[in-house]
């Protein structure tokens, strides 16, 4: 199947300061890509859509101006969490669409904010 | 929403068939039904997906009743390693911006 990459796999950053995980594409363009996150023993939160060029669509509940979002190519996207605090910690996952409309994920990133 | 309704746990023997059920009663035309599974700590693993006819490829089989109403996915010698939570959802697969909404999924669990 596509390949999906995040980075990085896992980072801890200190509560205030801003983190960017990065979400690739690796054998295939995406036009759309999506970003999740799943706190323990729950299931995939979809926070947003990343569509390339345009802005991104957030899903309610979801602060744009805190988890900012770019897709400024076919093959990557990133997620900001800024300003970050303990309770964004938790496993973010991206998510890209083939070009058949098949979705396959990244391996997470794991943030911690102490 | 989770269109799907899925049990939340299930066991299963290594070395035999797992079959993993889901109801989609209120699935559309256009919707197709994907299964995909998570291992812990890792991100969703895409299985396979059907439309009406049965599927199969190197992972699994997919049985889709006449009516599309549910699904069953088969892991034919389950082992160890496919012990995980495992979605079923239904999707507009002609639209590459609609997203995968996920529900709480069946855990599975092969036991030795």
């Known amino acids: 199947g596509a390949v999906v990459s995040q980075h990085p796999s896992w980072v801890i950053c200190k509560s205030g300061t801003s983190v960017k995980i990065e979400c690739r594409s690796l054998?295939?363009?995406?036009?759309?890509m999506f970003w999740y996150r799943q706190f323990p023993k729950q299931s995939l939160m979809l926070m947003a859509t990343?569509?390339?060029?345009?802005?991104?669509?957030?899903e309610q509940g979801v602060e744009k101006d805190k988890f900012l979002i770019n897709h400024a190519s076919l093959t990557l996207s990133t997620l900001t969490v800024t300003s970050a605090h303990p309770e964004d910690s938790s496993f973010y996952i991206c998510?890209?669409?083939?070009?058949?409309?098949?979705?396959?994920f990244g391996e997470g990133s794991w943030l911690t904010v102490v | 929403d989770a269109k799907t309704t899925q049990p939340p746990s299930m066991d299963c023997a290594e070395g035999r068939a797992a079959n993993l059920p889901c109801n989609h009663s209120?699935?559309?035309?256009?919707?197709?039904v994907y299964w995909y599974r998570q291992i812990h700590s890792q991100g969703p693993q895409y299985i396979i997906h059907?439309?009406?006819n049965n599927e199969t490829n190197e992972m699994a089989s997919l049985i889709i009743t006449e009516d599309r109403k549910s699904s069953t996915l088969i892991l034919p010698h389950a082992t160890l390693r496919d012990t995980a939570v495992y979605y079923c959802?239904?999707?507009?697969?002609?639209?590459?911006?609609?997203?995968?909404?996920f529900g709480k999924g069946t855990r599975l669990s092969v036991i030795a």
């Open positions: 998510s890209a669409t083939t070009p058949g409309n098949t979705i396959y």
């Open positions: 990343s569509n390339e060029g345009s802005k991104a669509t957030y």
């Open positions: 959802i239904v999707r507009d697969r002609n639209s590459g911006n609609t997203p995968l909404v």
């Open positions: 059907g439309l009406k």
């Open positions: 209120t699935i559309s035309g256009n919707e197709y």
């Open positions: 054998d295939f363009q995406a036009t759309t």
